[in-house]
């Protein structure tokens, strides 16, 4: 909205005055764990608190400060110390200063023209990212997500598998995936998305950590081959959702290079172990993946959207994702090389790469190792608590930072315990004062925090067992 001398209105300035305060004070408050973590009201609630309605004229500025308050107000804290919840959390500033500057000068990566820096930003992260994943001449691209990744990983397999298949669709093949019973739902998805059929992804069982069993897997492929299919590619995941467990690469490498099957690896959860010597160990054999999808929207705290896909070979995104021509009014010739928007899915799409960049800068890499190791190692601690408390258990083995455990009180039944574990996580989240996920291993509820926020320490962790077995006895009375 123009001022009368053509710079910002008035409105516009209170605005953005008022919007920077606030900041300050969200920001200010962040680590402030007196402060509720949500007060998780009901949509019925929420509704009628806050009027949301557009209105015939637009609203003056007191009432969209307020309107800001009220959003901000009953926001999730996502950066609180007790938000343990999904797998992310926590505030990067640098990155939060990248959004701000990206959403300040709008744009769309899809050509170098309209995104010079920021292309140039982006293959500076696309190449370390895949320097840390072992791939030597490897291209990629920021995503949606890890799903939209994995969605891209089985992509490039059908185009392998079947070069035709860009233009003639599946044609009546039956192509068949193998991921672990423990893959996240985005497989699923993807499956659905690209015509293999959800019928035609084969759930391979895992050991009891986790992991996919490859003598499993080598069954399988046998298996479907016997019955006429066509195996195509594998998805091995590197920190699994709930339990945080890492497929074994080399073993799934052997036979997808035996079997000539495309090997995507979900690294959306696990990617971030590869900045940290010490941890790097977790994702052994990556570097023979033909894809990898890797969130630094989780582990490496930067604001959601930030996700990349990699491929180890140079040309496969620009051919898997070549839809002719018609695209000439945006992609030009004299630009192939250097335009980005020939490696995606999506026209236009955000700046993801700078706020990466700028927290990458801040940190640099060990500041990134650190910050894993300490994640691990508070991880560990948590565990050590649960595994000497008589009233908890854990309800699997650990690998990374997702915790899993179990009330079991004194003497409850099992049927009992379950019941009470299923409803600890509801009446934290009512109290309002911890985040964590409720889930199920093994057919059996459990209790999920994950230490992925900077701002957790041992304190915290204290304080969130103290919760869970307090809630688990009140429940238990
Ligand atoms: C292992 C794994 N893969 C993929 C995803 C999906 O990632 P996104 O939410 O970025 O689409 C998740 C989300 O938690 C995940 O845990």
Redesign the pocket.
């Known amino acids: 909205m123009a001022g009368d001398d053509g710079g910002l209105s008035t409105f516009d300035e209170r605005l953005l005055q008022g919007v920077f305060a606030r900041v300050w004070r969200h920001l200010g408050e962040m680590d402030d764990s007196s402060k509720p973590v949500t007060n998780s009201p009901g949509p019925e609630q929420l509704r009628a608190k806050l009027n949301l309605a557009i209105d015939r004229e637009g609203v003056d500025i007191e009432t969209m400060l307020a309107d800001i308050d009220g959003y901000l107000e009953e926001a999730v804290k996502t950066s609180h110390p007790n938000f343990m919840q ?2 992310w959390g926590g505030t990067s500033v640098p990155a939060f200063a990248g959004e701000i500057i990206t959403a300040l000068t709008n744009t769309s990566m899809y050509t170098f023209e309209m995104a010079p820096v920021a292309s140039l930003i982006e293959d500076e992260i696309i190449d370390t990212m895949s320097t840390l994943a072992g791939f030597e001449a490897g291209e990629g691209t920021f995503t ?7 969605l891209l990983g089985l992509l490039c397999a059908r185009d392998r598998k079947l070069p035709d298949s860009r233009r003639e669709g599946l044609s009546g093949k039956q192509l068949v995936a193998f991921v672990s019973e423990e ?2 739902y ?1 497989v699923e998805m993807a499956a659905n998305v690209l015509g293999v059929g959800l019928n035609n992804l084969i759930m391979i069982e895992c050991d009891p950590g986790g992991r996919l069993l490859p003598d499993m897997l080598a069954e399988a492929i046998a298996a479907e081959k016997r019955a006429g299919k066509q195996p195509f590619c594998v998805i091995a ?1 590197s ?3 709930v339990r945080g467990a890492f497929d074994p690469l080399h073993e799934i490498a052997d036979i997808c290079h035996d079997e000539h099957l495309w090997l995507h690896v ?1 690294a ?3 990617g971030a172990a590869l900045l940290s010597p010490k941890t790097r160990s977790l994702l052994k054999g990556i570097e023979r993946a033909d894809s990898i ?1 890797w ?1 630094p ?2 582990m490496m705290g930067i604001q ?2 930030c ?1 990349v896909f990699l491929v180890r070979d140079k040309g496969t995104l620009r051919r898997v994702c070549r839809h002719g021509e018609s695209g000439h009014y945006l992609l030009h010739e004299s630009s192939t090389e250097i335009d980005l928007g020939r490696m995606s899915l999506q026209c236009a799409r955000r700046v993801d790469a700078v706020k990466l960049w700028l927290a990458w800068r801040a940190l640099g890499h060990e500041g990134f190792a650190r910050r894993i190791e300490r994640y691990l190692e508070l991880s560990e601690i948590l565990e050590a608590r649960v595994r000497e408390h008589p009233q908890l258990e854990m309800a699997s083995e650990r690998e990374f930072a997702n915790v899993c455990m179990r009330f079991i009180g004194f003497g409850l039944s099992e049927a009992v315990a379950d019941s009470v574990t299923d409803r600890i996580r509801d009446e934290i989240l009512l109290r309002g004062r911890f985040m964590v996920t409720k889930a199920r291993l093994d057919g059996r509820p459990i209790i999920r925090p994950v230490i992925t926020n900077p701002l957790v320490d041992e304190a915290v962790l204290e304080s969130l067992l103290k919760e869970i077995v307090e809630v688990g006895n009140d429940l238990s009375t």
Do not use: Q, R, V
Not at 144 to 150: D, E, V
């Open positions: 999904p797998l949606t997500g890890g799903s939209n990744g994995n893959a996240h985005s995941t920190g699994t959702t979900d959306s959860w696990g999808a969130d929207h989780k959601i959207i996700s």
